[in-house]
């Protein structure tokens, strides 16, 4: 892989990895719907698509047609299937740098602010009234906890409202930060510190590489 394709692939994985490790760092919980969620996942792989899959299965007779314009095609068609994937999701909700029980208190009393007869079984809560029905369920990987819609009979308007009400509680939270974040923080500036110095070693391949992407 040259460097063009190698900071293409790899750039915006980086900078996720970074952003995502000075979250989990931080002292403050951060919450986030799956809207959000999906695109800032989609936007860090969408280098890995670019080099992989379009540039392996691109249809040549449109390339030879359209010429540059392919690659507004292809990245046009990426960007309607995350679309397409946000809209077919559940609705979730993403809570970074925080303990489960932590959330859990947190949660309760959010919960309890929207709608009065939410009602807990096991990790799943239930809020009959504002129509939101969810579990926890911990992703350690990635540090963060996500709260999963179980069931078709859900709400946006009661999602949102929690949505609201969970950043207001954890507002004045304080927490320690995890380990997570320092090794995603690692990987990322090691990403990003190994492409910075083949782009500066040698930045005639960055052009090349260019020049050669846009004549498919």
Do not use: K
Not at 12 to 31: D, K, M, T
Not at 196 to 203: C, E, L
């Amino acid at each position: 892989m040259d460097t063009f394709s190698a900071c293409i692939a790899f750039g915006p994985l980086a900078i996720y990895l970074f952003l995502l490790g000075l979250v989990n760092l931080s002292r403050r919980p951060l919450v986030i719907n799956g809207t959000r969620e999906t695109l800032s996942l989609g936007l860090a792989l969408a280098g890995l698509v670019i080099v992989g899959p379009m540039q392996l299965f691109m249809p040549q007779e449109a390339a030879v047609r359209f010429g540059q314009l392919i690659w507004l095609l292809l990245v046009g068609f990426y960007v309607l299937s995350v679309t397409l994937l946000i809209l077919l999701s559940r609705p979730r909700l993403i809570v970074y740098n925080i303990s489960p029980d932590e959330l859990r208190m947190a949660l309760d009393a959010a919960a309890r602010r929207v709608d009065p007869d939410a009602a807990w079984t096991s990790t799943a809560l239930s809020l009959p009234t504002s129509r939101v029905h969810l579990h926890i369920e911990p992703f350690p990987p990635l540090g963060n906890i996500a709260l999963l819609a179980t069931g078709d009979d859900q709400s946006i308007g009661g999602w949102r409202r929690l949505e609201y009400a969970l950043r207001d509680t954890l507002r004045e939270t304080t927490v320690t930060p995890g380990a997570y974040g320092l090794w995603m923080l690692l990987i990322g500036a090691m990403m990003l510190a190994g492409l910075t110095f083949w782009v500066v070693d040698d930045p005639q391949t960055i052009a090349q590489g260019l020049e050669r992407m846009l004549s498919p």
